[in-house]
């Protein structure tokens, strides 16, 4: 078995209640599903880090204030992952796909019209309890 992968997650959310989901590529792993951006985690990095310097390369925003959102180990049947979890409530920049993939702010009462990876589902129940209203 791999070392299980840790990621840095970002929960995006703007002054419209939207959410900032991507696609991720076909050929990925959980490919064709949707994802709230982020990435690995390198070493020596922290999480905050690790998830500024992804959301900056994957869409090109810079995060100006983030706080832990929830923690998550899931075992998919080919990859074991830890989701570090970060809310992010202020960002400068305008959200664009730099890797190509399509990206949209979601309305969070519309959020559940998108398939997300397995592990996302707590991801999920978090945000519609305490953001729709
Ligand atoms: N970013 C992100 N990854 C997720 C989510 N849910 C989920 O299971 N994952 C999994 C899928 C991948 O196995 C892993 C993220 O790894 P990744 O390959 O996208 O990492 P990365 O952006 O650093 O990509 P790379 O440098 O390896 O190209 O976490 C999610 O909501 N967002
Ligand atoms: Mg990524």
Redesign the pocket.
């Known amino acids: 078995m791999q070392k299980r992968?840790h990621?840095a997650?970002g929960v995006i959310i703007n002054t419209h209640q939207q959410i900032l989901l991507a696609l991720r590529h076909g050929h990925?792993?959980?490919g064709g599903k949707w994802?709230?951006?982020?990435?690995?985690v390198e070493a020596g990095e922290t999480v905050t880090q690790a998830l500024t310097r992804?959301l900056a390369e994957?869409v090109n925003l810079t995060v100006d204030d983030s706080s832990p959102f929830m923690n998550i180990s899931?075992d998919y049947p080919d990859?074991q992952?830890r989701?570090d979890i970060h809310l992010v409530t202020q960002f400068s920049g305008n959200a664009t796909g730099l890797e190509g993939q399509q990206i949209k702010w979601v309305d969070i009462n519309q959020l559940n019209q998108y398939e997300?990876?397995e592990?996302?589902k707590p991801i999920l129940a978090k945000v519609l309890l305490q953001f729709a209203k």
Request: no cysteine.
């Open positions: 992968v990621v997650v990925l792993h959980q994802e709230f951006p982020g990435g690995k992804e994957e899931h990859k992952v989701l997300f990876p592990a996302n």
